[in-house]
């Protein structure tokens, strides 16, 4: 079997692009999903952004690159990820912890408050880094997010009291 996509939707290495899909790469959806919550991705964008990678994963032309799918999957969904963020140009603390790879510093008036702004970004990230798991993940819903406490709730699978509880502690 062929790992080389031809054009043609009924092509055998169009079939064979569509089974390595099914086969190795959808069953690991749900952890992809929960990954782009964890990251603060809001649950309005988060079909989008799979369908998107889902996408660009159907349009390859090879795939016998690809020797970890799961590995792939996420890194694409990382680019996805980033590209709209620089297509947005808003950068959330949480989704994009490393500053020079997006070249955020550049968006900076000046060095000196770039440089200031890094240093205060590093601090709180590590504050946050300190918050129990939990407690950690529905700080950054609700307050790196802007997620509602029901929404927050919703997207980490527990209750509103918990979020309201956690909300408290961190």
């Not at 054009?7 to 782009?36: C, M, S």
């Not at 798991?133 to 709730?153: I, N």
Request: aromatic letters at 4%; glycine letters at 6%.
């Amino acid at each position: 079997m062929s790992n080389i996509v031809h054009t043609g939707p009924l092509g055998e290495a169009r079939k064979a692009l569509l089974a390595f899909v099914g086969a190795q790469i959808l069953p690991h959806e749900a952890d992809l999903r929960h990954w782009l919550l964890r990251l603060g991705v809001k649950a309005h964008e988060l079909d989008d952004i799979v369908q998107d990678v889902y996408c660009r994963l159907l349009r390859l032309e090879r795939f016998d690159h690809i020797e970890d799918p799961r590995a792939y999957l996420f890194r694409c969904a990382r680019n996805v990820l980033l590209e709209q963020v620089r297509r947005n140009k808003v950068v959330s603390i949480m989704t994009v912890q490393n500053l020079d790879e997006l070249g955020v510093a550049d968006l900076g008036p000046n060095p000196e408050s770039a440089a200031s702004s890094r240093a205060e970004l590093v601090r709180v990230l590590g504050l946050i880094e300190g918050l129990p798991e939990r407690c950690r993940q529905v700080f950054e819903l609700r307050k790196v997010h802007g997620l509602s406490q029901a929404e927050t709730a919703k997207a980490l699978r527990i209750s509103e009291n918990i979020v309201e509880k956690e909300t408290a502690r961190g």
